[in-house]
Each structure stands twice: as C-alpha cells, then as structure tokens.
C-alpha cells in the first residue's frame, strides 16, 4: 500500500471531530484540486498488515489523497481492521464507489464531493453510516452558498456538513458557512486542527 504518512492527531473536522486517532495518509488522486493540502508525491510501500502495528488509537482515519485509488488494499486493510476491532473511518471524494460488504465494516464514511467531479449521490445517501461534507469557498472545487442552498434537498440533513476553505486559523469564511448550516438546516464543521495550527 503507498503510504504518505502515518501520525497521531485528534480529528479536527466533519462528524468525529475531536476524538483521538490514527491518521492513514495514502498518496494518489484521481483529482488534481488546486491548492490540495496534502503531499501526494513522496510515498512508502508498507504492507496492510504492518500497518496494524503502527495504529496506536482504538480509531484509525483512512484518508488521502483518494483512498480507493488503491481498492484491493484499501479493503485488506479494511477486513484486517475490523478484524482487530479498530473503528474505521474513511474520507474519500466519492468519486469511486466502496463495496457494501466492506462498507458496512466501517463506522464512519466522509464524502467530501468536489465540485466538477461525478459523485453517485444516490449510492452514498442510501448508507447509514455515510455523512457528505461540502468544502465551501472560492475555489473552483469548492462549492459557493448557492451551490449548496441547491443541493441541501438532495441529502438528509443530519448527514449533510458545511465546513469553510481555509489555512488561516482565524477561518474568514466560518462565519458565512455557519450562517448557511443554520439557515439549511444541516451541520458546521470548523477545522479544529487548522485553528490550533496543528495537523
């Protein structure tokens, strides 16, 4: 499996936010979104079941790049997580489907949609333990408040989480987007690690 990085952290966004975990980085995009925060170009190959010694939280967040670039593996390390008893959770662009045998074994699925790409909305909505998580901000894969205002009837609002664009820890387009989540109706989430200037 290619590895980018592995590191303890508390998860600083979206419907686990503040719990203590492992954080799998793996490299590879099938997306190419200007100013990406995540290194995909350096990588190590670890087998998934080394990677089971290096997870020291009883919660592992597989993420990317795009993790289901590497299927095969992404659902190894699935079956041997599970296996072991590690609370799964994946963040993934939606673009690639899961399937639902291994979905089922994780806790929690983050779809961040990045506007411009194709998402099977259907499929992901239809899965209890999916939750959908708009970017909003200026960026032509992020998704502006009309955009969103449009799409909040298409996804059940206790699964659908507005988080605002940004590095700055100050979050300038907080404001606006928690603005947004109340007037739809569905969640905000801030970027704990990004205030706290942490990773």
């Known amino acids: 499996m290619r590895i980018s990085e592995i590191f ?14 492992t954080f799998i980085r793996l490299a ?7 100013g990406c925060d995540t290194q995909l170009k350096s990588w190590k190959e670890v087998p998934c079941i080394a990677l089971l010694d290096r997870i020291e939280s009883r ?3 597989i993420t990317g790049g795009e993790p289901t670039q590497q299927i095969e593996e992404l659902l190894e390390l699935i ?7 590690i609370e799964i959770h994946i963040e993934t662009n939606g673009t690639n489907q899961i399937p ?3 979905l089922r074994k994780v806790h929690c699925a983050v779809v961040s949609p990045k506007r411009g790409s194709y998402v099977d909305f259907g499929f992901w909505a ?3 333990n999916v939750h959908f998580k708009f970017v909003m901000g200026p960026a032509d894969w992020c998704w502006p408040p009309e955009i969103l205002e449009a799409q909040a009837h298409l996804i059940p609002h206790d699964k659908f989480w507005i988080m605002p664009l940004g590095r700055d820890p100050n979050l300038p387009l907080a404001r606006e987007a928690w ?5 739809l109706g569905v969640n905000y989430s801030d970027r704990l690690h ?3 200037m942490k990773r």
Not at 79 to 85: A, H, I, M, N, Q
Not at 179 to 183: S, V
Request: glycine share 12%.
């Open 194 to 196: 990004i205030r706290l």
């Open 59 to 61: 919660r592992a967040v």
């Open 179 to 183: 603005d947004l989540a109340i007037r």
């Open 79 to 85: 079956d041997l997580s599970s296996e072991k008893g």
């Open 28 to 34: 590879g995009c099938n997306l190419d979104c200007e």
């Open 8 to 21: 303890q952290s508390i998860q600083g966004e979206g419907p686990a936010m503040g719990r203590p975990a």
């Open 126 to 128: 239809s899965k209890e």
């Open 100 to 102: 639902d045998v291994s």
